[in-house]
């Protein structure tokens, strides 16, 4: 991967390649998966808390050497289902069916074949006079194969146990690269092998570069939209979509082109989201409508209206029927239902009540220098347009404040605020400028 980034925990639709694998071992088993760590990656223990359990390798030496770093404590004599860390596209149901044709059949080990398109870094698996599965040879030792087999080894297993650990015990590292193959394990369990070919063979695709990593991610985006069309979601354009794992979306929902939902992201049904909509770790109600905004951290009511170019900051809450205007800003911030924050303002940590006109220009100034203030808007308040509120500040219910105000006072319920300069207007200005006159 040519990265300070250990290769599993490369991000695939939002989350580490590597839980990906974990969870079809763990759905298709019912149990709690061991996951080999090399304890020089950094991160790749941490990620697994609560999925799955470390079990430290000293140095790499390859992948025969991991699977025999599992302590003998851990090791089952029934079924032992293994799987490559970096095969994010493996669906549950196949590794299912793997542990079901190693239970129906006994043998030593069963294997999941692919035949792709592309099998650069596939070990490819060679069948004897009799058709069964002799052994797997790796991509670097090819050179003295002769023909090359199209069927490859897609690095998911299902192993007798009781066979699987002598096995291990026996292997040697006389290969291109010094190293315990895991796939040297199938020549010694042979003839006793069986083969199940991949229904898809993009199950196989392991990630070994980032243009692998592309195809993958790709392929885990269209399957991920596909599963939401066929909910109920209306995805406009597939192609310039891009859908976290992980997120919700309800029915009769249209996405429009160029949208991106990430990370913790639950959409309500009968949504407008986009075009180009970013929305991130948020909760989205029932009938929102957000044009090309961002959206990170919020609680998004049902029925609010957010436009184009607006910006929701993490920690704010737009309750039922809140309207956004273009270029609006909230960071912070608790808005009551029905309230209307237009053009161009920033309501910065604030607390606004219900019914609220926040006219177009208007900021709530939260800062003075060294600490951050909150705003206090009761229900009911106009703030006419362009007006500066300076926090601390509590403006009561149904007070007004007029266009261009400067408010720096609190404003008692139903008083009018009028915070600004007496206007001077001079007449024939620019001929006293010319003139040096007293007023230029």
Request: charged share 20%.
């Amino acid at each position: 991967m040519k990265s300070a980034l250990p290769k599993v925990l490369h991000p695939l639709a939002g989350r580490p390649m590597l839980l990906y694998s974990v969870d079809a071992a763990r759905e298709a088993t019912g149990t709690r998966p061991l996951v080999v760590v090399n304890p020089a990656h950094a991160g790749v223990a941490e990620a697994l808390e609560g999925v799955a359990d470390a079990v430290p390798q000293a140095e790499p030496r390859g992948t025969g050497d991991a699977l025999r770093s599992v302590p003998p404590a851990l090791r089952g004599q029934g079924q032992v289902v293994v799987v490559n860390a970096d095969l994010p596209l493996l669906r549950t149901e196949t590794v299912r069916g793997l542990v079901h044709a190693q239970a129906s059949s006994g043998a030593a080990c069963v294997l999941l074949t692919v035949v792709p398109g592309s099998p650069a870094g596939l070990g490819r698996v060679v069948r004897g006079p009799d058709g069964r599965v002799a052994r797997i040879v790796e991509e670097r030792d090819l050179a003295g194969l002769g023909t090359v087999p199209a069927e490859c080894n897609a690095g998911v297993y299902v192993f007798s146990g009781e066979r699987l650990w002598p096995a291990l015990e026996r292997l040697s590292n006389d290969n291109a690269q010094g190293e315990y193959y895991l796939t040297d394990v199938v020549a010694m369990l042979a003839p006793d092998v069986e083969a199940v070919a991949a229904a898809d063979p993009e199950e196989g695709l392991g990630i070994n570069d980032r243009v692998q990593l592309a195809a993958a991610q790709s392929i885990l985006r269209r399957r991920l939209l596909e599963a939401l069309m066929l909910d109920g979601v209306t995805v406009d354009d597939p192609a310039t979509t891009f859908v976290d794992w992980g997120v919700t979306v309800g029915r009769d929902t249209v996405l429009h082109p160029m949208t991106h939902l990430a990370g913790a992201t639950v959409i309500g049904r009968d949504c407008r989201i986009g075009p180009m909509a970013q929305i991130r770790d948020s909760r989205v109600g029932d009938g929102v409508s957000v044009g090309a905004s961002v959206v990170d951290g919020s609680d998004i009511g049902d029925g609010v209206s957010i436009g184009h170019f607006d910006r929701i900051r993490p920690d704010s809450m737009l309750a039922s029927g809140v309207s956004l205007g273009t270029h609006a800003e909230v960071k912070n911030s608790r808005i009551g239902a029905g309230t209307r924050i237009n053009h161009f303002s920033c309501v910065l940590d604030s607390d606004v009540g219900r019914d609220v006109n926040i006219g177009a220009g208007t900021v709530t100034c939260n800062y003075d220098g060294r600490d951050k203030h909150r705003t206090t808007i009761g229900d009911g308040v106009f703030v006419g347009s362009n007006s500066s509120l300076v926090a601390p500040l509590r403006i009561g219910r149904g007070a007004y404040v007029a266009a261009a105000s400067i408010v720096d006072r609190d404003v008692p319920e139903g008083a009018l605020a009028v915070g600004r300069a007496r206007q001077r207007t001079i007449e024939g200005w620019r001929d006293r400028a010319r003139l040096g006159g007293p007023d230029a």
